[in-house]
């Protein structure tokens, strides 16, 4: 089996002068993803959570719409990458038949092998109403979430997706090198675990783009919040799918870009607000 980091000797050079030893980064693999015995994905991926991988990609793309659609799924390590076989229910498999292509994906892809400006801008699916959450709690949220990435503490160099449950705190977290595939694997492991996204917040590492948002949206979550900024399509996305975004989310607070109404502030932040707009 694949470890997600190894250790690779390196130089160090600093002005005190040079230096050698070792040095854990994230591992990378190709990781194939097959349905009923044809290909339909390759993706680079850290080797670790890959059936929630499977799970959440899956779920993503819209080949499933439950974890039960797959009958199988069997990891299958080969001697130049991991391949993802799952067999899929009747009704599903004869859907994807229609619809089946390839796709190459490199680090980080998120839209890989969408063929048409249509694909790429497929309207999200719509959020439920959800509930509120206070400044306080986002701010424990993501303080709370650097001392979860363990593999990212050893690395330096992951992204990662957690989710944030108003009874259970942080009770998911994936890492990856690519921010779309730790969000996929975040949402395969809610649905394996039949954890209702209606109660809580996604949490993420990295920039907002467009389909994080549509991802987010496949979810069912009602709000995500980022340590890094939104992209304006990714903000318009949001507001489409009715997803309260927070963002640049740092040590001294975070910025609001869609449906505040969610946000519960403190008397104290409304009466600072009120004072920037006399």
Known sequence: MMEPARI????????????????SIPEETAVALTYNGGSYAVMMTTPQDLEDFAVGFSLSEGIISSPTDIDTLDVVHLDDGIELRMWLSKPKADRLRERRRYIAGPTGC????????????RPPAAVGPGRQFSSEQIMTAMRNI????KLNIETRA???????????????????????????????ALARASIAAGEGI?????????????????????AMVSVSAPTALAVRMADAAGITLAAIARADGFEVFTHPHRILFTAADNAARQEEHC
């Open 158 to 188: 992951v992204h990662a997706a957690a989710f944030w449950h108003v009874d259970g705190g942080i009770v998911a977290l994936r890492e990856d090198v690519g921010r779309h595939n730790a969000l996929d694997k975040l949402a395969g």
């Open 110 to 121: 998120g839209l890989c092998g969408i063929e048409t400006v249509a694909q790429a801008m």
């Open 202 to 222: 996604i949490l993420l590492t990295s920039r907002v783009s467009i389909e994080m948002v549509q991802k987010s949206a496949t979810i069912g979550a009602p």
């Open 8 to 23: 690779v000797d390196r130089q160090i050079w600093r002005h005190s002068g040079l230096a050698s030893g070792g040095r």
């Open 146 to 149: 650097s001392s979860r990435q």
